[in-house]
């Protein structure tokens, strides 16, 4: 069955309470459905900007995009969680994935493990996440239940098995940073067969996750390749024709922007779309076509 479209916004700059608050109700009044911060250093604050960004709006959900495991002590987190869910009123979604910048974690003096430890954290982490909010006798007493919903990020099959486990939506990266910087972009099959892995180990789930992919570039443009010239020199190995073929590569007019994404929730399953922070206003237009479809 097809999930109806949901769009959130990934807020990166900090600033201060006034200029948070007022980006929050913009970006609710564009039609937002999540309000998202993400988990890196000289980025927003995760828990206090989402408590603050549901002071200052009515509808939109708040979450975290995602936060980086290797940050966080599982009980630690716990309770952060079950706290914010309580002062935002159950509006809470926590999205959480296993962290891949390294000079993040030394300049915070915390140890970077290799992959397998970082996936293995994550598995540590989320499995007491649901254990202790599942938890009637908990507290801080969380709103929502059985527990807060939980998106999980990443693509590779340690972490995609995980999240057949446990989350309620699956974040795929679409694209990752490489050693020397660039961008390692997935395309459409390769995802495809991202998303084929992840419902391979899903197939026993009483109920199908939402799945959600994270738009790199947008632009509404009559100029498709003038707007993605940019992104070469992040992938030279790829074409100007293949980088707008990419799945994270949004641009054009509203209309072919709008075809292409009902294309790819109809592939993919892509039905919870993200963007980030510059791309907010942009998007908005391509929200509108799109809202309630």
Not at 215 to 232: C, E, F, M, N, Y
Request: proline letters at 7%; charged letters at 25%; aromatic letters at 6%.
């Amino acid at each position: 069955m097809t999930r109806p479209f949901r769009f959130g916004v990934n807020l990166m700059v900090p600033t201060d309470g006034a200029g948070w608050r007022a980006r929050c109700r913009r970006a609710e009044q564009l039609g937002y459905d999540v309000i998202l911060v993400p988990d890196h250093l000289d980025m927003p604050a995760p828990f206090p900007s989402l408590v603050a960004a549901a002071e200052a709006t009515e509808r939109p959900r708040v979450g975290a995009f995602v936060l980086n495991a290797g940050f966080w002590n599982p009980t630690l987190l716990a309770r952060e969680t079950a706290g914010t869910d309580a002062l935002t009123s159950g509006r809470l979604e926590l999205g959480i994935g296993a962290g891949y910048v390294r000079a993040e974690h030394e300049r915070a003096g915390i140890p970077f493990l290799t992959p397998g430890g970082r996936v293995d954290h994550l598995r540590r982490t989320v499995q007491e996440l649901d254990r202790a909010l599942r938890d009637e006798a908990y507290l801080p007493a969380p709103v929502q239940r059985p527990r807060v919903p939980l998106l999980i990020g990443g693509n590779g099959d340690r972490v995609l098995r995980l999240a057949a486990e446990y989350a309620d939506t699956v974040a795929f990266t679409g694209a990752a940073g490489g050693k020397d910087g660039a961008l390692s972009a997935l395309t459409a099959d390769q995802l495809e067969a991202r998303v084929d892995a992840y419902r391979g180990f899903a197939a026993r789930r009483e109920s199908p996750a939402e799945l959600n992919l994270l738009l790199q570039l947008v632009a509404v443009t009559g100029d498709r390749r003038s707007a993605a010239r940019p992104l070469l020199q992040h992938m030279p190995h790829l074409s100007e024709d293949e980088v707008l073929e990419l799945p994270i590569v949004a641009v054009g007019t509203v209309r072919r922007i709008a075809e292409q994404l009902r294309e790819q929730r109809e592939r993919f399953g892509f039905s919870y779309l993200t963007v980030l922070e510059p791309a907010m206003e942009a998007f908005a237009p391509v929200l509108e076509e799109l809202a309630g479809t």
